[in-house]
């Protein structure tokens, strides 16, 4: 039952881009969220949004999307506002969507990570690539006077995301920790963990969201989704104390309150399949204590 659940959250996870994520009308846009930064959020609902610090020394970079195209289409918004070289590039995670365009966006650019998203990557990928990980105490630097810390939470949506902050500007760029309005499907993550994650997001004093997906949020819509993740994991656990079984827990899950999520109407999305990963952990959890 446990390698059953493992292999169809694998499964969900690698198809979430096509499945999860509807591709919309809507155009393409850049945001100023402060001096020399910017949000790229994507016309394509299944490539991921970026963020970009702009400066003389180079540009800094927060996911560049699904493949080449949609790379080359988030390169043509920079090139708009800088002809610097992209120098450094930030993967939030492993999945293809947030890392697919780093070869076009910046060819010669450091590619920062944390160790399990590299473990991750290809090995051609890596091998033509100058990587930096980026352990538990994160990393603080200046680029153009401008602050830059990025950490990595601990497991949460998988066990190797980075979050990114820009404390002047009051932003920060939460790749798939955080999606607007919808729930994103979890990985080998910790359902636990990614609250505390939501929860330390929170408490900065930020205004600017950049989710890693659909339009720029504010902390009303984070502190939504957080509700959403706490709700689920407080049913999940009560019944799962209970004894029911996943598929009964499944049916029994009242989540009306987020049906404004862009995934409710196709409830088996990420609701239903969120719930199981949680179940999954509690079992492993057991397991470990005996």
């Not at 697919?100 to 990570?113: E, F, H, L, T």
């Not at 990557?121 to 690539?129: D, L, N, V």
């Amino acid at each position: 039952m446990f390698m059953l659940l493992h292999k169809r959250f694998l499964l969900t996870v690698l198809l979430c881009s096509a499945s999860c994520f509807p591709v919309l009308g809507h155009a393409a846009s850049v945001h100023k969220l402060g001096p020399d930064l910017y949000a790229y959020i994507s016309d394509n609902d299944a490539s991921a949004n970026s963020t970009f610090l702009v400066s003389d020394h180079g540009i800094f970079v927060v996911d560049t999307g699904l493949n080449a195209h949609e790379g080359r289409k988030l390169l043509d918004e920079i090139r708009k506002i800088s002809s610097a070289p992209v120098r450094w590039i930030v993967n939030t995670h492993y999945h293809p969507d947030h890392r697919g365009g780093n070869s076009v966006v910046g060819r010669d650019a450091i590619i920062i990570s944390t160790e399990f998203t590299r473990a991750k990557t290809e090995k051609t990928i890596q091998e033509r690539s100058v990587n930096e990980t980026v352990g538990p105490n994160g990393v603080m630097f200046y680029l153009g006077g401008h602050e830059v810390r990025i950490y990595h939470p601990g497991p949460a949506h998988t066990q190797g995301d980075l979050v990114v902050y820009f404390p002047d500007e009051h932003a920060i760029a939460t790749g798939d920790l955080f999606l607007t309005n919808s729930c994103p499907a979890m990985d080998e993550g910790d359902m636990e963990n990614w609250i505390s994650a939501l929860d330390r997001m929170l408490a900065l004093p930020i205004e600017h969201l950049v989710p890693g997906h659909f339009e720029l949020a504010t902390k009303n819509e984070l502190q939504r989704f957080r509700n959403y993740l706490a709700d689920l994991r407080d049913q999940v656990a009560r019944m799962y104390r209970q004894g029911m079984p996943l598929e009964r827990i499944q049916a029994s899950l009242a989540l009306d309150a987020y049906k404004n999520f862009r995934q409710y109407p196709n409830y088996e999305a990420t609701f239903k399949d969120n719930a199981a990963a949680y179940y999954q952990q509690l079992t492993k959890h057991r397991s470990q204590e005996h």
